[in-house]
């Protein structure tokens, strides 16, 4: 028998859902297809990690491990709805809703003292930040919008704010003292075990990661951002945003970054707010105050403290946005600022949000205003520089007529930053950082370090290389389109890979294929002069750029990245069909509790869906798999060209209504197809049924809108209450039934 797993995520997809998973269910099972589900929300993983503190009732299986188990497996069929990356205050939330629900799981140390805490701290580690995607990305990525949605976001195209000349935006990154400055790499000559340590200046060594296997022809890199040169870079960039009257915004990665950019972003709260701090430290620290999980944390400490020594710090707060710039606003209405919480902006989607709006981000009043985007590194940062210098000379893009940039992005086995959380340290003391051999005490890369810099080691395997190289080759072979390598020959790291990509790029056929290797601004560059002239350029790139261009190109060609086709071929035979770019639309949930409206567009759902059952064909000659497959690619076509996607107004049709569609036009594209009579006669009574009610459906789908919905929780809602808002249609919910 076929087999699907289908992946229960969090927030809006999860909701999206218990919508369209019974259609799912239904259609497929006409073809042998069973369809398992895999629950791998945050709550489900918090769970899975503390069996010891709860009843045998309560206690769920390790998910997680058995999905990353069976990426190893050719057989194995997942398609991967997008998951929460959760910060600490978002953990934090997630614990104190399922202790309040009767799990007895232990709350989460702040401030790690004893070892019993310490143990708790790293067993809520293996749930925080970008945790389920490294485990299940055994294969390299290959992004794409499908013709269709092209062709439909050319004809119906999203709006898109001006750029001027004139604009005051623009991005700012370290020039020195940064990650790329300085950075080490090297392929390795054998495999080897090495250590990662600290050679103090009083020549004792501090042994921080005691052994990590690698394999032969590996690339492994050291990398180092100083403190010093950070605090400097935000005091000088602030001071330059203040007199240039302009917003000033932070972006990192802090949820896929999960060691290095907490600590970025809590360094720029603390040099924003220095003369606060400076005043209160001694109190933040005895509250335990960590600005590196936001703002928010320290409101939410400080809320505890009696009135006037609170009020007291919000003044002192207060005083110094006088002298500081002013902030973007994630939320102006509630007052909630871009150093609120780390995992509200994340820089995948929030620079191309800004580029979209005509380089322009909220301010305080509710007016969108020219900033200066923030991005310590600079390793990526500056393809967005790039990006803004195009838009400010040649004016905005323009949807109908723009090029489109598929992806080929290096990810398996953990490649490059991906791998590096448990490699990653701030340091404690200065001295030297060190890769060494551990058989033969031999020093592999080495690198000054002072306290608090942060360090950290990466690791790209060679068969994800090869992988990579081949993938690239398939793409531009099928789809006849140039390819550029982004790699810089300056940065050693990718100097390593550049010299991988024309080895093994002899492995291939590439006669009349036109693949080139470009530094990123000169392939950014390149790439924008085709797109501006309405010409398609694969981007082949590493992990951090593949996770940055998907967004970037999607968001400006489609107006979001959920339209994409996101394919992970596992290196194993197995696929993973991830679906769309984007993230799980945290703000969607809350129009869905208050006004019952779910704007989430499924489209990435059908498209992994039509790739999963195309696989399942193949792999498991299932003919009928591929007739669901091709009827399903024709549904969703008509479905965009007949506008039934997902409105963002209340009252109008929804996610809901938009699944709804789907299988009205799939239902009768199985009842229209002759190559398998079995499906069309299952089909036909149902195709009918649905046409027959459609206004019913769709007005009983409506008028659920715009009154509050309960479904008692947020990452561990009432599973019955959220199936019963999210499938209100009776008549719908029937004719499914009798398929
Ligand atoms: N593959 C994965 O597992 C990924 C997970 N994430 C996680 O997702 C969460 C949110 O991340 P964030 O950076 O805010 O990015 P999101 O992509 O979730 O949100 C940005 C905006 O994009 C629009 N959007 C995204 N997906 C859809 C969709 N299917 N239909 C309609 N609109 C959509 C929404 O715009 P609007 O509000 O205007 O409707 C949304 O507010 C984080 O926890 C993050 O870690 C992020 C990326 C990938
Ligand atoms: O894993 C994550 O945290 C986010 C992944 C992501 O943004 C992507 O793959 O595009
Ligand atoms: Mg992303």
């Known amino acids: 028998m076929s087999k699907i797993i289908y992946t229960k995520t969090d927030e809006a997809p999860a909701l999206a859902t218990l919508s369209f998973l ?4 239904a259609f497929t099972k006409t073809a042998g297809v069973e369809v398992e589900t895999s629950d791998i929300s945050v709550a489900a993983r918090i769970l899975a990690e503390f069996p010891e503190y709860l009843t045998e009732e309560q206690r769920v299986p390790d998910n997680l491990a058995e999905l990353g188990r069976l990426t190893q497996d050719p057989n194995t069929n997942i398609i991967k709805l997008p998951n929460i990356s959760a910060s600490v205050q978002q953990l934090k939330a997630a614990i104190k809703e399922l202790q309040g629900k009767g799990y007895a799981i232990p709350d989460f140390p702040d401030d790690p003292q004893t070892d019993e805490e310490k143990e708790l701290r790293k067993r809520y580690g293996k749930s925080l930040g970008s945790a389920v995607n490294p485990v299940l990305r055994e294969g390299n990525s290959d992004r794409r919008a499908p013709k269709a949605v092209k062709n439909y976001a050319r004809k119906h195209p999203h709006s898109m704010g001006e750029w001027k000349q004139w604009s005051s935006t623009h991005v700012s990154h370290m020039h020195g003292g940064d990650f790329y400055d300085g950075e080490q790499s090297m392929t390795l000559d054998k495999a080897r075990t090495v250590r990662m340590e600290l050679l103090l200046d009083d020549g004792t060594k501090k042994v921080l990661k005691p052994k990590i296997d690698l394999l032969d022809k590996e690339v492994i890199d050291l990398m180092v951002m100083s403190k010093k040169a950070l605090l400097e870079f935000y ?8 007199e240039a009257g302009i917003l000033f915004s932070l972006h990192v990665k802090a949820t896929m970054m999960k060691v290095s950019h907490p600590i970025v972003f809590g360094h720029a709260v603390r040099i924003y707010y220095k003369d606060a701090f400076e005043k209160h430290g001694e109190l933040f620290d005895e509250l335990g105050i960590n600005v590196n999980n936001g703002m928010a944390d320290l409101y939410d400490k400080i809320a505890t403290l009696p009135t006037s020594t609170r009020e007291e710090i919000e003044r002192d707060l207060h005083a110094c946005q006088e002298h500081r710039p002013r902030l973007a606003m994630v939320d102006s209405a509630k007052g909630i600022t871009n150093f609120h919480s780390p995992s509200d902006v994340i820089v995948d989607a929030s620079m191309p949000a800004m580029i979209r709006s005509g380089g322009k981000m909220w301010g305080a009043d509710g007016k969108m205003y020219d900033c200066k ?3 310590p590194e600079s390793t990526f940062a500056r393809i967005y520089q790039e990006m803004i210098n195009f838009c400010k000379w040649h004016g905005n893009f323009d949807p109908t007529t723009m090029g489109t940039v598929p992806n080929v992005g290096l990810m398996a086995q953990k490649a490059e930053e991906y791998g590096s959380h448990d490699k990653t340290f701030e340091s404690s003391d200065a001295g030297i950082a060190r890769i060494v051999d551990v058989e033969t005490d031999e020093v592999l890369l080495e690198k000054r370090v002072e306290k608090g810099d942060i ?17 690239a080759v398939r793409r531009a072979r099928e789809s006849n389109t140039p390819v550029i390598f982004w790699l810089d020959p300056y940065r050693p790291h990718e100097n390593e890979l550049i010299k991988k990509v024309k080895m093994y790029l002899k492995d291939h056929d590439t006669d009349g294929l036109h693949i080139e290797i470009m530094s990123q601004v000169r392939a950014m560059r390149y790439t924008l002069e085709r797109v501006a002239r309405g010409l398609d350029t694969i981007s082949a790139t590493g992990n951090i750029l593949r996770d940055y261009l998907t967004d970037l190109f999607p968001i400006l060609e489609l107006g979001t990245s959920a339209k994409m086709l ?9 696929g993973l069909f991830e679906t769309g770019a984007g993230g799980s639309a945290p703000k969607h949930v809350e129009q869905l509790t208050e006004e019952n409206h779910l704007r989430w567009d499924s489209l990435g759902e059908f498209l992994a869906l039509n790739v999963s059952l195309e696989h399942l064909a193949s792999n498991d000659n299932n003919a009928k798999a591929q007739v669901l497959a091709d009827t399903l690619d024709t549904a969703t076509e008509k479905l ?25 036009y799939w239902a009768e594209e199985l009842a229209a197809q002759d190559q398998d009579s079995e499906l069309k006669a299952q089909f036909t009574p149902l195709a009918q049924k649905l046409a027959e009610n459609e206004d019913a459906i769709v007005k009983e789908l409506n008028d659920v809108q715009g009154k509050p919905v309960d479904i008692k929780g947020y990452y561990y809602a009432d599973e019955e209450l959220a199936k019963k808002a999210m499938r209100p249609s009776a008549l719908f919910n029937e004719a499914l039934a009798s398929l």
Not at 22 to 25: A, G, Q, T
């Open 22 to 25: 019974p259609i799912v269910e």
């Open 235 to 242: 005091e000088r960039e602030m001071e330059d945003c203040r």
């Open 373 to 375: 985007a923030v991005m």
């Open 455 to 471: 360090w950290r080691m990466c690791q790209t395997k060679d068969a994800p290389i090869q992988d990579w190289v081949k993938l």
């Open 566 to 574: 996101s394919v992970v071929p596992l290196m194993k035979g197995g």
């Open 640 to 664: 965009l060209l007949n506008d039934k996607s997902p409105s963002r107004k209340t009252g109008e049709l929804d996610n809901r209504g938009s699944h709804f569609y789907l299988a009205l």
